[in-house]
């Protein structure tokens, strides 16, 4: 049997892309998943789906830049399930733009989902999985946290930030709890349509040609959780096999 039969996985920006695949990727596989992000009409059709299908599925509105709904939905899913058993982070934006346009709004708004929403979301659940000295966290990076390239400096700084933390949590939590990071190469997704420069619009569209389905970083995350306790998938890197990066 798959070492996820029953879990209970939180997961972050579920309200469609990767989250959603995920979602319904682990679910199909006997997860119990509860749902969180800010579009609820998107999550109860998700969830709707998932049950219609013999999944169990739970929803909350989320905002990962908000500490208190992370502490929320973890308590939510104690309530629903009495554990957490995984946390996949997966909330992220992605607004690109060279550094001179100035889009300091935008660099903010990365650092707060795409850091502190992680964050926030390894605070809420730590003391936990502790407590069950069990449990798994992953955290969703980027290829650019491998490298960075034009128009994505404060992205990949987010994203390399995401490993280090990840890296260091592991380190000092290990025995009981593992910690993984996905990184993504480019994958369909919502994550380019909050890029309001056009230069990095077009840019990113024509390197979007080569896209993966999200559906392929959900098994990716389904194959990290599914290891036996002993073992921790510390971190996979899954790429467009066209992609040159």
Known sequence: MLNIENKVVIITGSSSGI???????LAKNGARVVLGARRTDRLEAIAKDIRADGGTAEYQALDVTQRSQLKSIVQ??????????????????????????????????????????VLYGIAAVLPVMKSQKAGQIINLSSIGGHAVSPTAAVY?????????????????????????????????????????????KKGMQEFRRIAIPAAAIA???????????????????????????
């Open 19 to 25: 989250g959603e695949a995920t979602a319904k990727l």
């Open 76 to 117: 939510f899913a104690q309530s629903k399930f009495d554990r957490v058993d995984v946390l996949i982070n997966n909330a992220g934006v992605m607004p690109l733009s060279a550094l001179d346009q100035l889009k300091v709004e935008e660099w903010d708004q990365m650092i707060d989902v795409n850091i502190k929403g």
């Open 156 to 200: 990949c700084a987010t994203k390399f930030a995401v490993r280090a933390i990840s890296e260091g949590l592991r380190q000092e939590v290990g025995g009981d709890i593992r910690v993984t990071v996905i990184s993504p190469g480019v994958t369909e997704s919502e994550l380019a349509d909050s890029i309001s420069d056009e230069t990095a």
């Open 219 to 245: 098994r990716s995350i389904l194959f990290a959780i599914e290891q036996p306790e002993d073992v921790d998938v510390s971190e996979i890197i899954v790429r467009p096999t066209a992609s040159p990066y």
